[in-house]
């Protein structure tokens, strides 16, 4: 078990964003966090993040409590934001050197990581481009090979495919099967219902809780739906 949390909750205020959220997800788990914007699924994403303190309840990531350790937590992660998160104003393989040197892997390996990590994503002849002139599907690739560059043993994801078309997020999640067979455990949150058959486990996030969490196949068959579309609609709705 890498992620446990138990009655999670943050509050705003008077307004409760998560409310006493408790799951599990295991090593090398593909792991969706679904719901609606708005939801709660992102700042949930940054309470076991180390990035947000929770109001009440308790938490924690890669052995580490997410209350007390949230600097232990950081370390043993990889992060990739909602909104697009490497320096555009420098080359690809500057940022590849630049993310290695900052999670504390030697030159010789971050000139190792960079080759292999660029040969798989056919982006070679890219090397020297500035990522700002790369296409948006380009970026996002790039971004999530950044962020399990040390190898963390879990990897934050969310939304990672917002504004690509279909078939670039078939092959964004191709790289994220290839991180889990790796072992590292991947925790995605998206609002594209059809991504949660990709995931081995999902939960269903409704105005701050979680109203479902269950292989996708179980889902349907529970709520007698035909996709998970279909599934979201009659929580929402409930």
């Not at 969706?32 to 993040?49: D, E, P, R, S, V």
């Not at 990522?131 to 043993?153: C, D, I, M, N, T």
């Not at 092959?171 to 594209?192: N, P």
Request: aromatic share 10%.
């Amino acid at each position: 078990m890498v992620i446990y949390t138990s009655n999670l909750t943050k509050r705003f205020g008077s307004f409760t964003a998560v409310d006493r959220i408790s799951f599990q997800v295991e090593r090398g788990e593909i792991f969706g966090f679904l719901g609606a914007n708005g939801a709660g699924k992102t700042t949930a994403m940054q309470m076991l993040c180390g990035l947000s303190r929770p109001t009440s309840g308790e938490g924690s990531v890669a052995g580490f409590d997410i209350s007390r350790q949230a600097e232990k937590v950081k370390k043993h992660i990889g992060y990739m934001s909602q909104k697009f998160s490497l320096y555009e104003d420098l080359k690809v393989w500057e940022n590849m050197r630049l993310f290695g040197g900052i999670y504390g892997i030697n030159s010789k390996q971050i000139a190792l990581k960079t080759n292999e990590i660029l040969n798989e994503l056919e982006l070679e002849r890219e090397r020297n481009t500035l990522v700002r002139e790369l296409p948006l599907g380009w970026k996002q690739k790039l971004a999530f090979s950044v962020s399990v560059f040390h190898e963390p043993q879990i990897v934050f994801l969310d939304e990672p495919t917002g504004g690509v078309d279909p078939a670039t997020r078939r092959q964004f999640w191709e790289l994220i099967y290839r991180a889990a067979d790796k072992g590292i455990t991947v925790f995605v949150t998206t609002h594209y219902m059809d991504e949660a058959e990709y995931c081995q486990r999902v939960s269903i996030m409704v105005d701050g809780k979680i109203e479902a969490l269950d292989t996708p196949k179980n889902l349907k068959q529970q709520f007698r739906a035909a996709s998970m579309e279909h599934v979201f609609q009659l929580l929402a709705r409930k």
